[in-house]
């Protein structure tokens, strides 16, 4: 029982434009959610995080949006760069703690 | 300060053997959490420690089992190594209950 998905595997932007990558989550327990990005060879790297008492949250080219009612939430990348393109991992956690729930992961391709 | 270091990198082992790997927490953090992230799937709570305590298990069997040290490093000991153990392995520290929590590298398990 996936509690936490990310529906598509792969995305492609064109540099520049907008990358918005998409997470569903089932548990209704899950109050805090974070995003992950991972190179080949590497651990992942934290990247942004949202509490469930917010909506939107942030940080520089990184926005999330969380959609409480919809279980939902998704991270736009404004403007994509081909230093973006990595595979991206949504998580989340119950009580605002550390035990976490990942996606499957959606790579994302950069195109120059 | 230094980040989450896991040794080894790579391993081999025989299916039955037994496997230790090893994880460095970040400077300040107490807790630690290991994660296995099979091919093509995102990483999987396994267990967490916190001041020494296991704090916390995910769907795993008795056969995966950790040590936290008193300067927070830790261990994750694999028994009777199955060919579907074969992943990779992730380390993760944090501060306490913080949610940000960070990964190092992995190991790269391969049982044969």
């Known amino acids: 029982d996936q509690q936490v998905k990310q529906n598509s595997p792969s995305l492609s932007v064109q540099e520049g434009r907008i990358s918005i990558l998409n997470c569903d989550y089932t548990n209704s327990m899950f109050d805090y959610f974070l995003w992950y990005k991972k190179y080949p060879a590497e651990g992942p790297t934290f990247l942004i995080s949202?509490?469930?008492?917010?909506d939107k949250n942030e940080d520089g080219r990184f926005t999330v949006f969380l959609n409480k009612s919809a279980k939902h939430l998704s991270l736009h990348i404004v403007p994509s760069q081909p230093g973006d393109s990595a595979v991206y991992f949504c998580?989340?956690?119950?009580?605002?703690?550390?035990?976490?729930?990942f996606g499957g992961g959606t790579r994302l391709m950069v195109k120059p | 300060e230094t980040g989450v270091t896991q040794s080894p990198t790579h391993l081999i082992k025989t299916r039955g053997q037994q496997v230790t790997l090893r994880c460095s927490s970040q400077s300040g953090h107490n807790t630690v959490s290991w994660y296995q992230q099979a091919l093509g799937q995102g990483p999987q709570f396994i267990f967490q420690?916190?001041?020494?305590?296991?704090?916390g298990r995910g769907n795993f069997p008795p056969r995966f089992s950790g040590l936290q040290f008193p300067n927070y490093s830790s261990e994750l000991n694999v028994n009777a190594l199955e060919l579907d153990d074969s992943a990779l392995y992730l380390c993760?520290?944090?501060?306490?209950?913080?949610?940000?929590?960070?990964f190092g590298q992995g190991t790269r398990l391969t049982v044969v």
């Open positions: 420690y916190y001041r020494e305590e296991e704090n």
């Open positions: 998580a989340a956690s119950a009580n605002a703690g550390n035990m976490l729930t």
């Open positions: 993760a520290s944090s501060a306490g209950q913080e949610p940000e929590a960070f």
């Open positions: 949202i509490s469930s008492i917010k």
